[in-house]
C-alpha cells in the first residue's frame, strides 16, 4: 500500500522544518564560532606597540594623547613586566611633563631610576636616566629658589658612570663621548643657574670638545649665555652665530633674542630688553598656536585612521561570515540557497553602501587636511610678520629716546634733567613696565617726587656715580638715599634684599 498524499504532504513539511531548524541551529554554531575566531586572531596591544603609538604622537606634537597612551604604556609593562619598556615610558612621561609640572616630571624619573636599579640592562641607559633626573631635579631646585645638592649628585653619578664608557668598546660602538657631553652640559646649566658663570663657562667648554654634530647646538646655548651673564659680549655673539637653527623656529627664536639682547647691551640699553622679551613672547605665542592646531589635527587623523581600522575590521568579519554562510547554503535543500542568495545580495548592497560612506568620509577627511594645511600656511606667514615687527623694533630701539642718551653719555660730568624730560622717562617707563610707577605712585601717595625720580633712575639701571651726577651728591650719599628710602618706605629692612629687586619685583 502508498501512503495518501495527505501523509506525503506531512512528511515533506516535517522535514522541511526540521531541515530549516537544523539550518539555523548551524548557521549560529558558524556565526558564534567566527566571532571567537575573530577574537582569538585578534591581537591584544602590547606595552612596546603602545610605547611606540605614543612617540609618535609626540613627535607630532600631540602632548596630550601621548601622554594618555604613555600612562597606558606603563600599566601594561607593569602587569606584563616588560621592565626595559616600564622605564623607558616613565622616562618619556617625565619629558613630555617637563616644562609644564617640573616637580611631578622629577617624581617620574625617580621612578625611572628606581624600576632600572631593580632590573638593570645597559649603562648608557642608566647615564641618561641620572642625567634626565638631575635635569629636572635643578628645573625644581631653580623654580623654588632651593638647593641644588640633589641635581648635583645625580648628574656626578651620570658623568662618573659616562667615563668609564669611554672609549668604545665591544657591544658599545659609540663610547662615552656624547654622554659626557651631556652630562658636561648639564653640569654648565646647574652652575648657570647658581649664578657661578666662570664654573658654568668652563663646564660648557668641556662639554663642546665632546659634543657631537646632534648635540653641539645645545651646549654652544649653555656656553653663550655663559658668556653674556660674564658681560663677555664679543665671545657671545660670536658662539651665537656658529648655533645653525636649520627648520627649529624655536631655536632662531633663542638665537634672534640673544642677539638682539647684545645689540642692547653693547649700547647700554638695559631698559628696553623688556621690549625685545615682550616682542618675542608675541612671536611664541603664534608659534604655540601653530602646534596647538597642529595638535588637534593629528588627533584627528588619528581618529579618522582608528575608524577606518574599525571599518576595515567589520567589512573583513562580513566576508567571513559571509564564507561560512555559503559553505553553509551548499549542503541544504536548493529551496534555503535561494533565501542564502537573498541573503548575499541584502549584504553585498550594504557593503556597497558602506564603501560609498567610507569614500564620502575620506574626501571630507581630504577637505579638511587641505584646509589645516592652509591654516599652518597662514600660522607661517603671520610668523614671518611678527619676525618684520621685530625687526622693525630693534631698529627703533637703536634710535631712541635722546634723554637716554644724555643719561649714558655723562660720564663724571654734572647732569641736569628738566621737567619735560623726567616726564618722558617716565611715560616710556610706564609704557614698557605696565604703568609701574603710576601704581607706584597710588600705592604710595606719601612718596616725595625725589623719591619717585630716584626710583625710576634705579629702575633705569644707572650707576650710583650717574645718579649722584645727576643729584650733586656723592656715591655713599646716594647708596644711603636708596637705603632710607627702601627701608622708610617699602618697610624693607633685610640687608640682602637691594631697592632693585623691590623694584623689579
Same mark, same amino acid.
Given at each position: 500500500?502508498?501512503?495518501?498524499?495527505?501523509?506525503?504532504?506531512?512528511?515533506?513539511?516535517?522535514?522541511?522544518?526540521?531541515?530549516?531548524?537544523?539550518?539555523?541551529?548551524?548557521?549560529?554554531?558558524?556565526?558564534?564560532?567566527?566571532?571567537?575566531?575573530?577574537?582569538?586572531?585578534?591581537?591584544?596591544?602590547?606595552?612596546?606597540?603602545?610605547?611606540?603609538?605614543?612617540?609618535?604622537?609626540?613627535?607630532?606634537?600631540?602632548?596630550?594623547?601621548?601622554?594618555?597612551?604613555?600612562?597606558?604604556?606603563?600599566?601594561?609593562?607593569?602587569?606584563?613586566?616588560?621592565?626595559?619598556?616600564?622605564?623607558?615610558?616613565?622616562?618619556?612621561?617625565?619629558?613630555?611633563?617637563?616644562?609644564?609640572?617640573?616637580?611631578?616630571?622629577?617624581?617620574?624619573?625617580?621612578?625611572?631610576?628606581?624600576?632600572?636599579?631593580?632590573?638593570?640592562?645597559?649603562?648608557?641607559?642608566?647615564?641618561?636616566?641620572?642625567?634626565?633626573?638631575?635635569?629636572?631635579?635643578?628645573?625644581?631646585?631653580?623654580?623654588?629658589?632651593?638647593?641644588?645638592?640633589?641635581?648635583?649628585?645625580?648628574?656626578?653619578?651620570?658623568?662618573?658612570?659616562?667615563?668609564?664608557?669611554?672609549?668604545?668598546?665591544?657591544?658599545?660602538?659609540?663610547?662615552?663621548?656624547?654622554?659626557?657631553?651631556?652630562?658636561?652640559?648639564?653640569?654648565?646649566?646647574?652652575?648657570?643657574?647658581?649664578?657661578?658663570?666662570?664654573?658654568?663657562?668652563?663646564?660648557?667648554?668641556?662639554?663642546?670638545?665632546?659634543?657631537?654634530?646632534?648635540?653641539?647646538?645645545?651646549?654652544?646655548?649653555?656656553?653663550?649665555?655663559?658668556?653674556?651673564?660674564?658681560?663677555?659680549?664679543?665671545?657671545?655673539?660670536?658662539?651665537?652665530?656658529?648655533?645653525?637653527?636649520?627648520?627649529?623656529?624655536?631655536?632662531?627664536?633663542?638665537?634672534?633674542?640673544?642677539?638682539?639682547?647684545?645689540?642692547?647691551?653693547?649700547?647700554?640699553?638695559?631698559?628696553?630688553?623688556?621690549?625685545?622679551?615682550?616682542?618675542?613672547?608675541?612671536?611664541?605665542?603664534?608659534?604655540? !598656536?601653530?602646534?596647538?592646531?597642529?595638535?588637534?589635527?593629528?588627533? #584627528?587623523? =588619528?581618529? %579618522? &585612521?582608528? $575608524?577606518?581600522? @574599525? *571599518?576595515?575590521?567589520?567589512?573583513?568579519?562580513?566576508?567571513?561570515?559571509?564564507?561560512?554562510?555559503?559553505?553553509?547554503?551548499?549542503?541544504?535543500?536548493?529551496?534555503?540557497?535561494?533565501?542564502?542568495?537573498?541573503?548575499?545580495?541584502?549584504?553585498?548592497? !550594504?557593503?556597497?553602501?558602506?564603501?560609498?560612506?567610507?569614500?564620502? #568620509?575620506? =574626501?571630507? %577627511? &581630504?577637505? $579638511?587636511?587641505? @584646509? *589645516?594645511?592652509?591654516?599652518?600656511?597662514?600660522?607661517?606667514?603671520?610668523?614671518?610678520?611678527?619676525?618684520?615687527?621685530?625687526?622693525?623694533?630693534?631698529?627703533?630701539?637703536?634710535?631712541?629716546?635722546?634723554?637716554?642718551?644724555?643719561?649714558?653719555?655723562?660720564?663724571?660730568?654734572?647732569?641736569?634733567?628738566?621737567?619735560?624730560?623726567?616726564?618722558?622717562?617716565?611715560?616710556?617707563?610706564?609704557?614698557?613696565?605696565?604703568?609701574?610707577?603710576?601704581?607706584?605712585?597710588?600705592?604710595?601717595?606719601?612718596?616725595?617726587?625725589?623719591?619717585?625720580?630716584?626710583?625710576?633712575?634705579?629702575?633705569?639701571?644707572?650707576?650710583?656715580?650717574?645718579?649722584?651726577?645727576?643729584?650733586?651728591?656723592?656715591?655713599?650719599?646716594?647708596?644711603?638715599?636708596?637705603?632710607?628710602?627702601?627701608?622708610?618706605?617699602?618697610?624693607?629692612?633685610?640687608?640682602?634684599?637691594?631697592?632693585?629687586?623691590?623694584?623689579?619685583?
Amino acid at each position: 500500500m502508498y501512503p495518501d498524499s495527505n501523509s506525503s504532504r506531512e512528511i515533506v513539511i516535517r522535514a522541511t522544518t526540521m531541515l530549516k531548524r537544523a539550518l539555523y541551529i548551524f548557521i549560529i554554531s558558524v556565526l558564534l564560532i567566527a566571532c571567537s575566531w575573530s577574537r582569538q586572531n585578534s591581537d591584544p596591544q602590547t606595552a612596546v606597540g603602545c610605547l611606540e603609538q605614543a612617540e609618535t604622537a609626540l613627535a607630532n606634537d600631540s602632548i596630550r594623547l601621548g601622554e594618555t597612551l604613555l600612562r597606558k604604556t606603563i600599566r601594561l609593562s607593569e602587569e606584563t613586566e616588560d621592565w626595559h619598556t616600564n622605564y623607558i615610558a616613565y622616562q618619556r612621561l617625565a619629558e613630555a611633563l617637563s616644562q609644564s609640572n617640573p616637580e611631578e616630571a622629577l617624581q617620574l624619573m625617580k621612578k625611572a631610576l628606581t624600576v632600572y636599579e631593580q632590573h638593570p640592562d645597559g649603562e648608557r641607559n642608566h647615564v641618561i636616566l641620572l642625567d634626565y633626573a638631575g635635569t629636572y631635579s635643578a628645573q625644581v631646585a631653580y623654580t623654588k629658589e632651593g638647593s641644588y645638592d640633589e641635581a648635583l649628585d645625580f648628574i656626578q653619578r651620570a658623568y662618573d658612570i659616562a667615563v668609564t664608557l669611554l672609549p668604545p668598546s665591544e657591544g658599545n660602538r659609540e663610547g662615552g663621548s656624547d654622554l659626557i657631553c651631556q652630562t658636561l652640559t648639564s653640569m654648565a646649566n646647574i652652575a648657570w643657574a647658581k649664578e657661578d658663570y666662570r664654573q658654568a663657562l668652563d663646564y660648557a667648554h668641556q662639554a663642546e670638545a665632546a659634543a657631537t654634530a646632534e648635540l653641539k647646538p645645545g651646549t654652544l646655548q649653555v656656553l653663550a649665555r655663559s658668556y653674556f651673564d660674564l658681560n663677555m659680549l664679543d665671545s657671545a655673539e660670536t658662539v651665537y652665530r656658529q648655533i645653525e637653527p636649520g627648520e627649529d623656529v624655536h631655536l632662531a627664536y633663542i638665537v634672534q633674542s640673544n642677539l638682539a639682547k647684545i645689540a642692547l647691551r653693547r649700547m647700554g640699553a638695559l631698559k628696553v630688553e623688556d621690549d625685545i622679551d615682550d616682542a618675542f613672547e608675541q612671536i611664541e605665542s603664534f608659534y604655540y !598656536k601653530a602646534l596647538e592646531q597642529k595638535d588637534q589635527y593629528y588627533q #584627528e587623523s =588619528l581618529r %579618522q &585612521e582608528m $575608524e577606518n581600522q @574599525q *571599518l576595515d575590521y567589520q567589512s573583513k568579519m562580513y566576508a567571513r561570515t559571509l564564507l561560512l554562510t555559503l559553505i553553509a547554503s551548499l549542503i541544504v535543500i536548493s529551496a534555503i540557497v535561494l533565501v542564502v542568495r537573498y541573503r548575499m545580495r541584502a549584504q553585498r548592497q !550594504k557593503r556597497e553602501l558602506e564603501q560609498s560612506k567610507l569614500e564620502n #568620509e575620506l =574626501l571630507m %577627511q &581630504e577637505q $579638511e587636511k587641505r @584646509q *589645516l594645511q592652509q591654516e599652518a600656511a597662514h600660522q607661517k606667514t603671520q610668523l614671518h610678520q611678527a619676525n618684520e615687527v621685530v625687526a622693525f623694533l630693534q631698529d627703533y630701539i637703536l634710535e631712541r629716546s635722546e634723554v637716554m642718551k644724555k643719561l649714558s653719555q655723562g660720564g663724571d660730568s654734572l647732569i641736569n634733567l628738566s621737567e619735560h624730560e623726567w616726564s618722558e622717562i617716565e611715560r616710556t617707563l610706564n609704557a614698557i613696565d605696565n604703568n609701574r610707577f603710576a601704581n607706584l605712585r597710588e600705592q604710595y601717595p606719601e612718596m616725595q617726587e625725589d623719591d619717585i625720580r630716584l626710583c625710576i633712575l634705579t629702575r633705569l639701571g644707572l650707576s650710583n656715580r650717574t645718579i649722584g651726577n645727576i643729584y650733586c651728591i656723592t656715591i655713599s650719599a646716594v647708596q644711603h638715599r636708596k637705603l632710607k628710602l627702601k627701608k622708610d618706605v617699602f618697610g624693607e629692612s633685610n640687608p640682602d634684599i637691594t631697592l632693585e629687586q623691590i623694584l623689579k619685583n
